[in-house]
């Protein structure tokens, strides 16, 4: 099992002001922050992003949403980071999420969902390389 993930707080959640509370549940969680910056993307980054979904119905609309305000992507550390980080921010559908996860309590919808999860090892390590560069991965420190 590895030990990081790639969280990012969507637009929805930035926008409602709620960067905080969701750290604070993170932090509390017992993950350790090893990066974190607030940026946007374009929907063409986007799109590379969510490559996997390009068949999807709703990637047009994913890649709009992504793209629509500030984001911030984090590396997250913690023995078995992937699955215990899945099990922190819940269902896809925040309708569907158990009690006190984050897209429970911040989630409006399957799309606009609060926050994403690296779903793997393999693919929170492309996705941490999508939003870090080597120099900004200090992880010893
Ligand atoms: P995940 O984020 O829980 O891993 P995925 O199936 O990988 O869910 O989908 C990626 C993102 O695409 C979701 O977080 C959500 O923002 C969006 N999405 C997923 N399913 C739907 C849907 O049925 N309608 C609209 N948007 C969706
Ligand atoms: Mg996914």
Do not use: Q, V, W
């Given at each position: 099992m590895g030990n990081k993930t790639l969280a990012i707080i969507k637009p929805d959640a930035v926008r409602k002001n709620v960067i905080g509370k969701i750290?604070?549940?993170i932090t509390k969680a017992g993950f350790k922050?090893?990066?974190m910056k607030y940026t946007?993307?374009?929907?063409?980054q986007?799109?590379?992003f969510y490559e996997v979904?390009?068949?999807r119905p709703f990637?047009?609309?994913l890649l709009e949403y992504i793209s629509s305000g500030p984001i911030i992507p984090i590396v997250l550390e913690k023995e078995n980071a992937v699955n215990e980080f899945r099990k922190l921010i819940g269902d896809t559908d925040p309708l569907k999420a158990e009690e006190?996860?984050?897209r429970k309590l911040f989630g409006e919808s399957k799309a606009i969902n609060a926050i994403h999860g690296s779903d793997s090892d393999e693919n929170a390590e492309i996705e941490i390389g999508f939003f870090f560069s080597k120099s900004e991965?200090?992880?010893n420190q």
């Open positions: 750290i604070s549940m922050i090893k990066a946007r993307i374009t929907k063409e986007a799109a590379i979904h390009k068949e990637y047009g609309e006190d996860t984050i991965l200090i992880f």
